[in-house]
């Protein structure tokens, strides 16, 4: 999970690029980075790991000229997070100078990585399947031109190819020095792309294209359309935009977590709002929560703060039980689902919440949280409830249990790291110390996001084991773990 955007602008666009990064700074905290392009073609880009206000200084952006750009927030899920040759964007010089940002997981690196070196006679420097995707998009590029200047139409040709060549989840963003912005989306659609635009004061049009809605209407852009699974999106110098399809079986299925946990409550996606998708998930979860736990057990509900209060305020108004918060947060540490290393998220835990015993003591608690993937950090809230008094203690998850490998972008790449694979709900509770667990049905969750919208199917791979590419094998998941624990 990353967080990138691109602009075309009528003057600098380093500022703008900073201050979206800033909002999409949830879906990434290990590194950051800026690059932009004068309309001569020189190329200007600064990146470094950390978080964006720590990231970049007075003398940086000054550097970054131009009135096109893009801008990346990263969460390691390929590569390593302590290298910050892994920091994004990427850039290769031929053909023109191209700068690209991505979000989402490759799943054929193996394939791409020999046929680049063997056949497309391409060096690779690092482990990160965004290196390996900006040589591809080249790659195919170098192919389709034809003549000095390039055009539009090979600009599709190209993506056309890159479709073809590529597996995974891909939402990318391109610069291509001298002539425009490139975006584009896998087939299915995993990973959310958003486009916006403005009207300059001279008349013409200024573009945005992002991961979350919230970054355009916080730059008073009008949000345009989500782009569609397989299209692609190329605005040139002028402003003028061109789209294609150039996915041969397009199919809107998009990531279940995003929902769930990774966007912004104030988002749309995909024509979802997830503040209310959120609701609609504690409505669900209720029902099932009181078929499995006696309501005299329950004597206040809280939630795991932030993303799961929604759910929390829609099961205490279901049950009829009193809402209460009793974690306060510490908002100046990250969130702790998207660092690396279970060592630093335990240690994070009990800085970034403190339980306050007032709220706890002598009293029969639910906590909701989002969801639970290794555990740790509920493990450790748990803990904090039973310190703080607690007389007993309910977890509830707004999502199902996480058993199987998210391959698409989020760093669950390990059946072993889960809490829940392998386990009955019986053995989670207690092996996280919980006097119940309850979680939601993979089909409530479902209902829940797609409920009054147009979507019509989702990817609930970690929930269900179901891979909707259909290139995700036995042995790919047995490869992705080695790989990580080697």
Known sequence: MCGI???????????????????????????????????????????TRGQVRE???????????????????????????????????????????????????????????????????????TSSDTELLVNVLAHELQESISGLELDPEQVFQAVTRVHERVEGSYATIALIAGYGLLAFRDPFGIRPLILGTR????????????????????????????????????????????????AKDPKLVPCSFEYVYLARPDSVMNGIAVYEARLRMGERL???????????????????????????????RKLGVEYREG?????????????????????SVRQKL?????????????????????????????????????KTVTFASAAPPVRYP???????????????????????????????????EVEDLKAAILEGSDVEDLDMSCFDGRYITGTVTEEYLEWVEGSQES
């Open 5 to 47: 955007v691109g602009m075309v602008g009528r003057g600098p666009v380093n500022q703008e690029i900073y201050d979206s990064l800033l909002l999409l700074q949830h879906r990434g905290q290990d590194s950051t980075g800026i690059s932009t392009a004068e309309r001569s073609g020189t190329v200007h880009m600064h990146k």
């Open 354 to 390: 403190n339980a306050m015993s007032s709220e706890f003591k002598g009293k029969n608690v639910l906590l909701i949280d989002d969801s639970i993937v290794r555990g740790t950090t509920s493990k450790e809230i748990i803990q904090m409830a039973r310190d703080a008094g607690a």
């Open 199 to 246: 009207k300059h004061d001279d008349g013409h049009y200024e573009w945005v294209v992002t991961s979350e809605s919230l970054v355009l209407e916080n730059g008073e852009f009008e949000i345009v359309r989500d782009v569609d699974p397989g299209e692609a999106v190329f605005i040139d110098l002028e402003g003028n935009l061109h789209t294609r399809q150039c």
């Open 406 to 440: 998210h391959v698409y972008g989020i760093n669950m790449p390990s059946r072993h790291e889960l809490v829940a694979h392998g386990r009955t709900i019986p053995e989670i509770a207690e092996e996280l110390g919980a006097d119940f667990v309850v979680y939601q």
């Open 286 to 316: 209720a029902d099932t929560i009181a078929k499995h736990t006696p309501r005299e057990a329950i004597d206040v509900v809280m939630p795991i703060p932030d993303s799961s209060r929604p759910a929390a305020m829609q099961v205490a």
């Open 327 to 347: 974690f306060y947060k510490n908002r100046y540490v990250g969130r702790t689902f998207i660092m690396p290393g279970q060592a630093v998220r335990k240690k």
């Open 55 to 125: 990231s970049f200084r007075t003398r940086d952006m000054r550097g970054l000229l131009g009135e096109i750009g893009l801008g990346h927030v990263r969460y390691a899920t390929k590569g390593t997070a302590s290298n910050e040759e892994e920091a994004q964007p990427f850039y290769v010089n031929a053909p023109y100078g191209i700068v690209l940002v991505h979000n989402g997981n490759l799943t054929n690196t193996r394939e791409l990585s020999a046929e680049l070196f063997h056949k497309d006679r391409r060096h690779l420097n």
